[in-house]
């Protein structure tokens, strides 16, 4: 549980922000914890409706592209070397080179940046 919510005030730490406008997740005991709450006080918490997997579908397929283009490729030992690769696959690869469709066909990094300037012009 604790791990989980790391990645929350890791989350918040790096994109210089207090209050994401909307979080969502499923319904899982990280996410309806007291520390959960608290966490991400301010926010729009938004669940999973209980018993539909198409709610989250966003995130399984996900899951899918990381193992097909990154995780299979390896015989992972241990805790720490899945951590390690997961890392090295979103903040090398995923958000800052591989292009999405639903981001103009830019990388999320790219995508963001370009929305920003835009709201400045």
């Not at 999973?48 to 397929?61: F, L, M, Q, T």
Request: hydrophobic share 30%; glycine share 4%; net charge positive.
């Amino acid at each position: 549980v604790d791990e989980v919510l790391k990645c929350l005030e890791t989350a918040k730490r790096v994109r210089k922000t207090a209050n994401p406008v909307v979080i969502q997740s499923d319904r899982g005991v990280h996410y309806t914890s007291q520390k959960y709450k608290e966490l991400t006080k301010g926010m729009i918490r938004s669940y999973s409706r209980k018993g539909n997997p198409w709610d989250n579908a966003c995130i399984e397929s996900y899951h899918v592209v990381i193992k097909r283009e990154w995780l299979n490729r390896f015989r992972i030992k241990n805790y720490y070397q899945a951590y390690q690769l997961v890392f090295e696959y979103l903040e090398g690869f995923y958000n800052t080179v591989r292009i999405h469709s639903h981001c103009e066909y830019l990388s999320p990094d790219s995508y963001e940046k370009k929305y920003i300037l835009e709201q400045t012009n």
